[in-house]
DNA sequence: GTCTATAAACAGATAGAC
DNA sequence: GTCTATCTGTTTATAGAC
């Protein structure tokens, strides 16, 4: 993936310049890293001139927290807009199984399909590795609600507490799952013989992972019964 | 953590130069990122003058292709190592699902807990996430052989063929629940409210992914009996 | 707010003495 | 093989014109 060539400046407007160097930086920093990308290729890819980034930002860590203040503005929005689709799908919380399906099919595609906001997962994918000052935001913004999220749903499903040990341990492994065949794209791609991963094939890992965790809370409920 | 200022380098001779820049630049890549770190740096914690470096390997990017050769014998060793005390250990193939959880618990340890070979992970997981010229030698030495061998564990234990797409897939999706508490480390450290994660915590993580993995393998069991 | 010019530090690679 | 000095280009940050 390359930046594109067009102008990700539409005119002039101090906000458009501000926004136009956030998501060239977004998607740079994801591709090639904070330190593998050059203040000058970002002001370039967002149609500016450098001087551009220390007026906007003070300095190229600060355009970093910017990136990440984005980030967590960008999936907020995503966030809520799922929480009213979810309320419109399932009237009632009747099965909370199928509740966490859903989850997890939308985490795999946003995730490792990327439809939507495909920029943001190489970029958070880093700061997961590698935190840098920016990840608190990241945490507190995105990682924590969402795994928060996830609690709740597996509570209702388990009965276990939300808050335990347990729970949260459990919401990881299956995080785990999803996330593993974002970071380690490459090597999937290569054991399975794969030119790269599509629709076809995410619809195969998403369908052994959703049966993987079906398989979980039925043992679970089995014993606790 | 930071590279000890103790000299790697023990003495002369030309061997002991070329694997203490391995060694340094093991580290400091992981630490750091390729782009992040710089020869000047990797050859003052080697104790080594930065011409060693195009001497040895020609370029910086060749140190890194060295680093991964380095890394796929060390893991090579460990492998054969492992393979012998497994044999001991479980003189027949009598269960194999006894197998895959000591398979588990030695992943997890490696990846997660990490008592031998620390400063090997942080650089395989920069280089599953981004890909270099190395990475061919890192999926090739070690993502490959260790996915077939578990494969082949897998079919033992579910009569499911090793090579068959839902047996990798299925692989794929075990060394997610494990590697993910590595990658996402400190969100997790963050969200449990640890410290760090140490060997009481390392137990917890691991006890709760064998028993999501007993759980999918006898249901799998179940579903084909 | 935008843009250019420039400062000061640092990068990787190389040449050549020893 | 080792080490120093240096070349060439690039880095971030800044100063100041417009």
Redesign the pocket.
Known sequence: MVVESQKLKAS???D??RAALVRAALILFGEQGFEG?????IAAAAN?????????FG???GLRIAVADHIVATIQAIASRNEAEAVKEVPASQDASLAITAMIERMFSFFVVQQEAAEIVPFVLREMAAPSPAFERIYAGMIEPIHKRCCDLWEAATGEPAGSEETRINVFTVMGQIIYFRLAREAVRRRMGWADIDFEHGAKISKAITSNVADILAAKKERTS
Chains 1, 2 share one sequence.
Request: hydrophobic residues 25%.
């Open positions: 002039g407007g101090a458009q310049t990308t050059s203040t000058r290729e500016a001139n450098i001087g551009s980034i220390a007026y906007h300095s190229k860590e």
